[in-house]
């Protein structure tokens, strides 16, 4: 009756620990995952500005561009309202 009642607490006691074992493999696991996913979304945030960057270039260089298509046309006059004929000068510029 003893090595029975023995043998049982032996699996009981070794079940505990596979569980244990188990719990902190997930542990591990979802901390990596955690730590993967930070990175991932790091790198978005660096993607996302660096594109964001780029575009405010692409638009500035846009804006330069029609302006002076605008200039061209006017035949190289300025575009405040002094130079267009206006009444008088209201600081456009």
């Known amino acids: 009756m ?5 043998r049982k607490y032996s699996e009981m006691a070794e079940r505990k620990e596979e569980e244990e074992g188990r719990k902190e493999v997930a542990e ?4 990596g995952r955690k ?10 945030k660096e993607v996302a500005e660096e594109e964001s960057e780029g575009r405010k270039e692409v638009a500035e260089e846009e804006r330069k561009g029609r302006k002076e298509v605008r200039m061209w046309k006017k035949g190289g006059k300025s575009l405040c309202r002094r130079s267009r004929g206006g009444k008088e000068d209201r600081g456009y510029e």
């Not at 730590?35 to 978005?44: F, L, Q």
Request: proline fraction near 0%.
């Open 35 to 44: 730590e993967v996913a930070e990175e991932e979304s790091e790198g978005r």
């Open 2 to 6: 003893t090595t029975r009642i023995k």
């Open 28 to 31: 591990e696991e979802n901390e």
